[in-house]
């Protein structure tokens, strides 16, 4: 009996939580996690989207800040030319989580990953959730022949991960930037390389 009434309050309250929205949430998160975008400018543009207005703002550096996406689950942030930001409600047994990834673009491409349960944006240990993938997860391991690869990867800086949210499957995908910004290298390399590795959320943690 007791279990049950814990179920049912619990049940209440990830109810409550999911019918305000990852919008409402967005709305109250830390000013840390949006630095160069005031609190009034989230709701500015929320307010847009909602109107259905091309929902644009200005950053403290008078960048551009557009929010291209928004639904109760998803949320899509170009912060600048450079920078952009995703998130993604999550249920993780009776908890609420955000997913929040973000990627810089200056050159190749390289993202963060952080966990954050809701409400109150408590950051949590991404470990428990997600074990990212390394460079080496990336090579095909068949391949008879890996020099050029390697000469290739050598002759650049470390090769960097990206990663995108897919909404409709709840699904991570990494991708290894491996070209350093040089054509050249990007065709050397791209025989040996998977084109991406996709991780999807089972409801405690993403797993490939």
């Known amino acids: 009996m007791k279990r049950l009434f814990l179920s049912i309050i619990f ?3 990830f109810m409550q939580m999911t019918a305000r929205g990852l919008q409402t949430f967005f709305k109250e998160a830390p000013n840390q996690l949006f630095p160069t975008l005031s609190p009034n ?5 929320v307010d847009y989207i909602e109107s259905g207005m091309e929902a644009c703002s200005k950053s403290v550096f008078d960048d551009t800040v557009r929010l291209t996406t928004m639904s109760d689950t998803y949320i899509h942030l170009q912060l600048s030319t450079v920078s ?7 249920t993780h047994k009776k908890d609420t989580l955000v997913c ?6 200056a050159g190749n491409k390289e993202s963060t990953i952080s966990f954050y349960k809701m409400p109150g944006w408590e950051q949590m240990d991404t470990r428990h ?3 990212l993938p390394s460079v080496d997860d990336f090579l095909i391991k068949n391949n008879k022949s ?3 690869l390697l000469t290739a990867l050598e002759s650049q800086n470390l090769p960097m991960i990206s990663a995108t949210i897919n909404e409709k499957d709840q699904s991570l995908h990494f991708l290894l930037q491996n070209d ?3 054509l050249d ?8 390389i998977k084109k991406e590795i996709i991780y999807k959320w089972n409801g405690k943690r993403f797993c490939r």
Not at 84 to 90: A, R, S
Not at 185 to 192: A, D, Q, S
């Open 129 to 131: 959730f997600l074990t």
């Open 146 to 148: 890996r020099l050029e």
């Open 180 to 182: 350093g910004g040089f």
């Open 100 to 105: 929040f990834v973000k990627t810089c673009m």
């Open 11 to 13: 049940g209440m309250i």
């Open 84 to 90: 952009d930001v995703e998130l993604l409600l999550l």
């Open 41 to 45: 400018s989230r709701l500015d543009l």
């Open 185 to 192: 290298i990007k065709e050397i390399t791209l025989p040996y």
